[in-house]
Structures are given as C-alpha cells and as structure tokens.
C-alpha cells in the first residue's frame, strides 16, 4: 500500500524539497500552503516528474477550522496517513520592544498551535490505523541561538522543541514517532527579506556573516535539510523519536569566527 505523507509550507523552500522527496519515494502527498497557485504548480511539477497523486490543501494556518479539514480531506481521499511534515512558518522582523499583538499571536498560532492540532488529528487517524506513523517538526538554530530579533518565532521555535518530547512521550506507545529537526542558515526566501532601518536589504552580508561562523562556511541547501527528513521519516531510522536532530554545518557549537580564529592562528584557518 502506497504511504500518505501531509507536508505544511509546501509551496517553497524545505517544504517543496520535501515534497519532492517523499515523492520520488512513491509517497501519496497532501500538500499544504496559503496560496493555492503556487501548490497548483507543485502538483504539477511533481506529477509530471514522479507520476505520484498530489492533494492540494490551500488555505491559512492561523485558522483552526483549516487544520482539521486537512486531516480528514486527506484521509477521505486515501485512507490513511503515514507522516505529518509540521513545516510551515511565519514571522515579522521585529523586536519584542516593537511587535504588535496581532504579529505576536499570528505568529504563535502558525508556528506553534498549528502544528500541535495538526499532531493530535493526525495521531488519532495514526492510532486507528495501528501502524508505525512518524511526525517531523522544523525547529531552528533560533531557538538556542536567540537574536534579539522576531521574538514569537524564537519563543514558537523552543516551544515546538519541548512539545516534540511531549508528542513522542504521549504517543510513543502507539507505534508514533515524533523528531525534531533544527536547520541552521538555510537558503530560503525565508532567509532574503532582511532589510535595514532605510528598507535597503541587507540578507547577503548576514548570511556573510553566518557563513563566517560556520565551521562548513556555507548555507545548506532546501535539499540538504529534506534529505535529513525523509531519512528520520523511514524505517532506517526507526527507533529515533522524541529529539530533534541539529543540522546547521557546526554553526551552534563553534564559539567565534574565522576571522578571528585567522588572527590567532593564520596557518591553521
């Protein structure tokens, strides 16, 4: 029987990878996304490119009414589901002295309700099913790293950390596993709107400047990151559940950068 993979933030990004992933595994896809154009395009490439089944699942996330009918469209159409992706996420670049409320809770029900209720829909179709099921949820470097900027993403990001130790205790029993994974710098459009006070954008030098403490001195690739998820997501990785795996090429563990390890030590770096 072919496996059902539900994949958030689809249209782009890690989350397009990882539907191209999943994919060329021979995965059936629900793909989700706030505009329905751009998964009408995905569903396109992907079945032309695989042959696979591609369900389009448009709608918002900050929405509770869309999280359930995602879950229960998909398994009307296929029977079941096999993997839940909680990938989408959405923020302003702000500081906590200047986010409105409204970005605040936006942000919080996107990057951190969202995926719960996801989980708990999913899990109890997983459950009926009484097979092996996995959750995978996209944390980032920010949530250890904070940088002093777009506070209810940083605070969403550490929350869905101790909430994927909560899933995978709660569900663990019932053949579900749950996996974090925490990107560091990724090249995503996500990472290109930086911009300073004058609005001029500034995303190259602080990639730069990433790139500069990070012992890889790069930026993953989309791919790179879901290769990682389609891998915790099957049987080769079958007793990994409730941790999240870092991939960020040794950003989160290096202490300075190599310009200055360059002064120190100019042979060696």
Not at 116 to 137: C, D, H, P, S
Not at 229 to 235: H, P, Q, T
Not at 252 to 267: D, G, I, M
């Amino acid at each position: 029987m072919e496996k059902v993979a539900i994949i958030s933030g689809a249209s782009r990004g890690i989350g397009y990878e990882t539907a191209v992933k999943f994919a060329e595994q021979g995965y059936r896809l629900a793909i989700m996304a706030r505009e329905e154009h751009d998964l009408l395009k995905v569903r396109d490439a992907i079945e032309g490119r695989f042959g696979t089944q591609v369900l389009v699942l448009a709608g918002d996330l900050a929405e509770p009414s869309y999280w359930n009918a995602v879950v229960e469209t998909t398994v009307a159409r296929w029977g079941r589901i096999d993997v839940l992706v909680n990938n989408a996420a959405w923020r302003t670049i702000d500081t906590l002295k200047t986010i409105p409320l409204d970005d605040w809770e936006r942000t919080v029900r996107i990057c951190l309700t969202a995926p719960a209720f996801l989980t708990k829909y999913v899990a109890a179709v997983m459950e009926r099913q009484q097979e092996a099921g996995v959750i995978i949820n996209i944390s980032s470097v920010m949530a250890q790293r904070a940088g002093g900027y777009s506070p209810a993403y940083i605070a969403c990001k550490g929350g869905i950390e101790s909430l994927t130790y909560e899933m995978a205790t709660c569900y663990g029993r019932d053949g579900i596993r749950v996996v974090g994974v925490s990107p560091g710098n990724v090249q995503t459009a996500m990472s290109g709107d930086y911009q300073d006070v004058k609005g001029n954008n500034i995303s190259k030098q602080l990639e730069a400047e990433m790139n500069e403490m990070t012992p890889l001195g790069r930026a993953a690739t989309p791919g790179e990151i879901a290769d990682l998820i389609a891998w915790l997501a099957s049987d080769q990785a079958s007793f990994i559940t409730g941790t999240t795996i870092l991939a960020d090429g040794g950003f989160s563990h290096n202490f300075n950068s190599y310009a200055s390890k360059k002064l120190q030590f100019p042979k060696a770096f």
